[in-house]
């Protein structure tokens, strides 16, 4: 048969959900091997649901809210870019729209790295989503400039 299992192409740790007095933790599941492979949509479907989760948890103030806001807008919008990607019409559209995916988690990046700065949360909370999007900006970084080399 010509058909092959869907292969992963990153190893890493998966985060799941913890129970923190009345929350829902962000924390990467310590039980879970970190050579353990995975595949790269899963990987972003779970880093939104974390944005997600860590945007209820910003106050509700002016500046919260609008944190909250820009966070979300591009903390969550790497998923559906990838999606865009995997349909790609042509290998320019292919690396326009790894690029995508590559400024939205670099503006959320940033957001996170003020959410610790001000402090809109006790920076720990967010310290590993500012982790999990600098790996994320490491992988699409190479993705591109993968694709780059293969189109030439």
């Not at 969550?76 to 590559?102: M, Y």
């Amino acid at each position: 048969m010509n058909i092959e299992p869907r292969t992963s192409n990153v190893e890493r740790r998966t985060p799941s959900i913890h129970e923190l007095p009345g929350t829902t933790s962000i924390e990467p599941n310590p039980r879970r091997s970190t050579n353990e492979r995975y595949d790269l949509e899963q990987r972003l479907l779970e880093y939104s649901a974390r944005i997600i989760r860590l945007v209820e948890k910003l106050p509700n103030t002016r500046a919260g809210n609008h944190v909250a806001g820009q966070l979300l807008r591009s903390g969550t919008s790497p998923l559906p870019n990838h999606g865009e990607a995997q349909a790609a019409e042509s290998a320019n559209d292919f690396v326009h729209k790894l690029r995508i995916c590559l400024k939205e988690l670099r503006e959320s990046h940033r957001w996170l790295l003020l959410i610790q700065r001000v402090p809109l949360m006790p920076p720990r909370l967010a310290q590993p989503l500012v982790e999990e999007t600098d790996e994320l900006i490491r992988i699409f970084v190479r993705s591109v400039q993968t694709a780059q080399r293969k189109r030439r």
